[in-house]
Nanobody, 125 residues
Framework: QVQLVESGGGLVQAGGSLSLSCEASGRTFTSGTMAWFRQAPGLEREFVASWSGGSAYYADSVKGRFTISRDNAKKSVSLQMNSLKPEDTAVYYC????????????????????WGQGTQVTVSS
């Protein structure tokens, strides 16, 4: 059994920065893929970024602004968000999968086995 816990969400003004963190616990394992998704009110869940096999993959909407990083020793993944926009406002979810993925296949929510409870990110205009 694996539990994912996100932290770092909050309120920030447009153009500002925020850093999210997700830590896995409850089971000893070597993670294959960890990723971030987000969901805004009234919208579908969307892929943000993933880390798998030492490679990062980003949604076009956040590329150049967000950076994902993985700490295998701590079983955690972080998301550094810069130049935030109001449209980035959403609940951000951490996800984990046992296997590795490549590129676009990392964007499918059904690929992931475990999910965190989410953390709210609000960007004011």
């Amino acid at each position: 059994q694996v539990q994912l816990v996100e932290s770092g969400g909050g309120l920030v003004q447009a153009g500002g920065s925020l850093s999210l963190s997700c830590e896995a616990s409850g089971r000893t394992f070597t993670s294959g893929t960890m990723a971030w998704f987000r969901q805004a009110p009234g919208l579908e869940r969307e892929f943000v970024a993933s880390w798998s096999g030492g490679s990062a993959y980003y949604a076009d909407s956040v590329k150049g602004r967000f950076t994902i990083s993985r700490d295998n020793a701590k079983k955690s993944v972080s998301l550094q968000m810069n130049s935030l926009k109001p449209e980035d406002t959403a609940v951000y979810y951490c996800a984990l999968d046992w296997d590795y993925c490549y590129g676009y296949e990392c964007t499918y929510a059904r690929y992931y086995d475990y999910w965190g409870q989410g953390t709210q990110v609000t960007v004011s205009s």
